[in-house]
């Protein structure tokens, strides 16, 4: 009797720390996120709209989508923040993209049978 109770006690701490920790620190860091938004910030929503925050209100944010077309959603609709662009169009790596060649990108199982 008592070995269960012990593989009870194990069985519930590795449950705690394998999904109840990861999923907290998942739950604070989208709730910090959502907090820190600010006027100007291009984000991405959960439904995959890029824009950029013109205006913020306590439940709910501007995103203009392009110019003239402004989109009222709710602030938990944000799922990521872009990163900024240099002037020059390239992204924080130095240059656009991540690919290596300037041709088309190859497709697994596509080459020559």
């Not at 006690?9 to 996120?33: E, H, M, N, S, T």
């Not at 907090?35 to 203009?64: C, K, M, N, W």
């Not at 602030?75 to 690919?99: I, K, T, Y």
């Amino acid at each position: 009797m008592e070995a269960i109770l012990i593989y009870l006690a194990l069985l519930a701490v590795a449950f705690f720390l394998l999904i109840v920790r990861p999923q907290r620190r998942q739950l604070a860091a989208r709730r910090a996120l959502i907090d820190s938004l600010v006027v100007g910030d291009e984000i991405i929503t959960a439904g995959g709209i890029y824009g950029t925050i013109r205006r913020i209100e306590e439940r709910t944010i501007d995103l203009e989508v392009t110019d003239g077309v402004v989109l009222r959603l709710a602030r938990e609709a944000v799922s990521a923040r872009r990163a900024r662009l240099d002037e020059d169009g390239d992204g924080p790596g130095g240059r656009r993209g991540d690919d290596e060649g300037d041709g088309p990108d190859e497709v697994p199982g596509s080459g020559p049978r």
